[in-house]
């Protein structure tokens, strides 16, 4: 399951949200391009990624920030800039950009410490977007839970895409991260699970204030708990998800 947009793009042209991708990409094509070999790419990550054992010896703090513009490959760095595209705009558009490039950078930050508390001696370099935008998702959780989102369902070569609400695929995500933090061991290296829960965790905090100032339950019945945007015109997806060969 991906999502791939919503239905309520923002109301005003979300610039923060495209200077971060543009940021992103431009840092992984410096990075992965400027680099003279692979060995000099990677030592990279330890120098600016978020190493847990440097920081429990107050080594690498600057970290906690860089690390969040690093990204590992093609498609970790897609699929974050895809997720902050979706879900980025309508938040922005309620927080300002200030207020939006404040919240990122604090989801971001709480990520991080919780990927640290969770693997403190651990030598590997954390990178990525994707605690940050744990939080994004779990503000627009908060502001727009029955927004509705196309995913696109993959099963073999069968495709289609369905709108669902942003609650259920929002929830679902998390508790995923959950369980596979609980699961797998912290110190297996792959994905930080646990900084993307404590982003999301995050999110849904720092979006509160906001949430209460514009009334709180009943910002959500002013909106239904959509972002306050007319819907866009989408096209209607025809393919089926199960086709029977004949």
Known sequence: MFPIRDHNPSGSTPYVTYALIVANVVIFLLMTYGSSSLQALEASYFVWGLVPARIMEGMGLEGFVTSMFLH????????????????????????????????????????????????????IPMVGASGAIAGVMGGYLL????????VLIIIVIFFRIIPVPAFLILALWFLFQIGAGVLYATDAGGVAYWAHAGGFVAGVLLALPVWLVRGGPAFWRRTHGHPPHPAAALPRSNVPLIRRRR
């Open 72 to 123: 590992g490959g093609w498609g970790h760095l897609l699929g974050n800039m895809l997720f902050l595209y979706i879900y980025g705009d309508n938040l922005e558009d309620e927080m300002g950009p200030l207020g939006f490039i404040a919240f990122y950078l604090a989801s971001g930050l709480a990520a991080a410490a919780a990927q640290v508390v969770s693997e403190p001696y651990s030598p």
């Open 143 to 150: 502001l727009f839970p029955r927004a509705r989102v196309d």
